[in-house]
């Protein structure tokens, strides 16, 4: 997993629950001597390890934690990277691009990244479906990302997952439905 995610991760534990929280849960949660750089790669399960440890440190849910973060890293993304945004205006279309020209910039930048894949299903009823599919059980933070962009565009969409078959968290449905 590509070092982006584990430092930003990080900057939302710091300006949320401070440095100390930061360095206590990285202490915990990381091998020793870890020093997470944006263009590094790391194990996903150091990640999974440091939520774990905040969830602990907080008391918060492991679910509420990587849906929060989804949530960060959707505003970093469209703060560092605007092109990604650039004559998108909802959250439909911005999905639309994740597989074709967002997964192709970040593959440019990163080719040995593993990144997950988002098929796009119809629907019977008109709406959308995103079918997840990660080796990394990681729906919550995709989950997040898409509720993020919700908010973002200010769509008038509720966002609700279906695991899949397989290990929790690695394979989910995401429909998108109208507010009711």
């Known amino acids: 997993m590509k070092g982006v995610v584990f430092t930003e991760f990080l900057e939302l534990v710091e300006s949320n629950f ?3 929280v930061a360095d206590r849960i990285q202490t915990k949660g990381s091998p020793k001597d870890t020093g997470f750089t944006s263009v590094g790669t790391y194990d996903h399960r150091i990640l999974i390890n440091l939520v774990v440890e905040l969830s602990q440190e907080t008391g918060m849910s492991v679910r509420d934690l990587v849906l929060a973060f989804g949530k960060h890293l959707f505003q970093s993304f469209r703060r560092n990277y605007p092109e990604t945004v650039v004559g998108v205006t909802n959250t439909l279309d911005l999905l639309q691009k994740v597989e074709s020209v967002i997964h192709g910039e970040v593959q ?3 080719p040995d990244a593993e990144l997950p894949r988002f098929r796009f299903l119809p629907s019977e009823d008109g709406n959308f479906q995103v079918e997840y599919i990660s080796a990394r059980p990681f729906a919550d933070l995709a989950e997040g990302l898409i509720e993020a962009s919700i908010e973002h565009f200010g769509d008038d969409l509720k966002c609700v997952r279906t695991d899949l078959e397989g290990m929790p968290g690695t394979h989910a449905l995401f ?6």
């Open 108 to 110: 440019k930048l990163y």
């Open 18 to 20: 401070g440095m100390e």
């Open 175 to 180: 429909y998108l439905c109208p507010k009711q």
